[in-house]
């Protein structure tokens, strides 16, 4: 018996009763804990055919459940949540604090620092941010450095005979020296504090004042300065500040972004109309939304952490499955915490404003995870879905372009553990077609070519080969690599419905639209076809350009090469001076002459622009060559939350 017909076999004999569930993996560690109103419902979707990442992942590694069945369904939820308290499963929501994004800190002393920070500390210092822009905190703090000259130093020694620099270049007050009292250092407190809220209008009224009367003294330099700390304060506190509204209510905002089975939690907690602190938490979680939100609701408020009246979640949110699970929530709050917040979905601009930022926030440190994980879990499920003996570090992928038969074209692309390995791409001119539009043909010649050349030489093979096309191209593909003696992957992916097809195989593998493995695969399909059609495109181009250059008389088809050869491209020709091309290419001025002409001619008829109005294309950076793993958390960029803004 296999292991997935063991686990039918346990959850076969679960009752629908309430209860909770415990995942263990092959040593018998419990990997997640679980509660349900019918534990062999709930059992059974994790079995079912249409399961997600998440849970494939979960099925994968378990080797036994275990159920504990209890009176109803709010007992359940006390005993879930006792149990993961106590095993903290690898799989369950822990809350494990990420790294945060920087706030401002007015620290909580007589005579206080400004500074940046990314820790949060409980002892009355005032915090603003969190900022996700690091460079809008550092021309905050560059601002504030200028206009208030706070102290630097750590710590306040009195022994001091004399002040440091930043006292004599008007940067610190030196309090260390007694050169200011606390009173009228609390006046610049109070002043960096208004501008960081957003109170920025007193502060421009009092520095035009000063502005001009550094104009009136003549002390230009000053006055100059004055101008542009002005400016930057009107552009810094241009935006409404989300981190401010003068509402008293206490209230909590949750957000958060998961691939796979990373997950991170944002909360923003506001208090007294401040934004009081931030705080992320990665999780690993095999759960779904729903029952994810409620773990960690119910593992992050606690007697010492208590919820405040509302708790705001982000648009789309689902606490619970149904009606019963929001009421059996609220029992939990009532009962553990002595308190029932409310759960609000944002219903104002400010609300929503929160909600984006939280979310931004756990969306980039889910990008950061995903790109420290790398693409080794996609290759792994990529492996196991298509029955491959090893992770496939090593894949090229083909696709075929052409235009009505026309310069057809096969491209080669090379991935080495999920990274484009660009030194090893390859074109090719497909010669046998004479014409025809026939893709399997094609397919089997850029492979033989391919895989004839690299047996001769000797070369590394791929672990798996990726066709962009069908059942079709597949066979096609596997047919050469049998005749070549060859044993290696190969698989195809169809754009209508994004399905994979194996050679020979009755019915296409389909797998979830978030499916990292699946993302694996269109990345490579994206990159073939990319490089194919911008080749078919060169080939066409040129071969407009070769038959203007013909058109002009006395130049054949070598002279048009040579000239072609000299300047690499058409808008290159049709820029250049009439006597630098009869120089380099040995024509008379009037040939040169007419060469501009019909290159500048065939720019126009291409782009129906006038060729000085056009700009060159910019060049590739190879720097900006991203991974599989940075790419899906783009991905999850794109597909943000719907907040009304």
Known sequence: MNQREKLKTIISDTPRLPGVYLWKDAEGQIIYIGKAKSLKDRLNSYISNSRDVKTATLVRLAHNIETIIVANEYEALLLENTLIKQHTPKYNINLKDGKSYPVIRITHEDFPRVFRTRRIIEDNSLYYGPFPDSQKVDAMLRLIDKLFPMRKCRTIQRARTGPCMYYHIKRCSAPCCGKINAGEYGLYVGRVQRLLSGETGPLIVDLTEKMHEAARELKFEWAAEIRNAIRAIEVLAGEDSAVVDLDPESRDYIAWAAEGVLATFTVFSMRGGKMTGRELYRTRCAAHEGESLVQFLTSYYNPTRPPPPKIYLQSGSI?????????????????????????????????????????????????????????????????????????????????????????????????????????????????????????????????????????????????????????????????????????????????????????????????PADSEALKVVQHIRDETHRCAHQFNQRLRSKDLHFAALESVEGIGKQRAAAIMKAYQSIEAIAAASPADIARRC????????????????????????????????????????????????????????????
């Open 319 to 511: 606490i619970g499955e149904t009606i019963t699970d929001y009421a059996v929530l609220n029992n939990w709050f009532m009962t553990q915490l002595g308190s029932t917040p409310e759960f609000v979905l944002p219903d104002e601009k400010r609300h929503t404003a929160i909600l984006a930022m939280a979310w931004q926030n756990a969306r980039e440190d889910l990008r950061k995870r995903l790109k420290e994980r790398g693409a080794g879990p996609a290759l792994d499920e990529l492996a196991r879905v298509l029955h491959l003996p090893d992770r496939p570090e090593r894949i090229e992928g083909f696709d075929i372009s052409h235009l009505d038969g026309k310069h057809p074209v096969a491209s080669l692309v090379s991935f080495r553990n999920g990274i484009p390995d660009k030194k090893n791409y390859r074109y090719f001119k497909l010669r046998s077609l004479a014409g025809a539009i026939d893709d399997f043909a094609a397919i089997r010649e850029a492979v033989q070519r391919r895989y004839s050349r690299l047996i001769r030489e000797n070369a590394e093979l791929p672990d798996l080969v990726v066709i962009d096309g069908g059942i079709g191209q597949v066979n096609a593909a596997k047919g050469v690599m049998e005749k070549l003696g060859l044993d290696i992957s190969i698989t195809g992916i169809a754009k209508r419905n994004e399905e994979l097809w194996l050679p020979n195989a009755p019915e296409p593998i389909v797998l």
């Open 586 to 645: 040995r024509t008379g001025m009037a040939a040169a002459q007419a060469v501009r002409a019909a290159a500048q001619q065939a720019l126009e008829n291409r782009t129906g622009q006038n060729p000085s109005d056009r700009q060159r294309p910019p060049k590739m950076d190879r720097k900006n060559e991203v991974s599989i793993t940075e790419q899906l958390a783009a991905e999850a960029a794109e597909t943000s939350p719907d907040y009304g803004i």
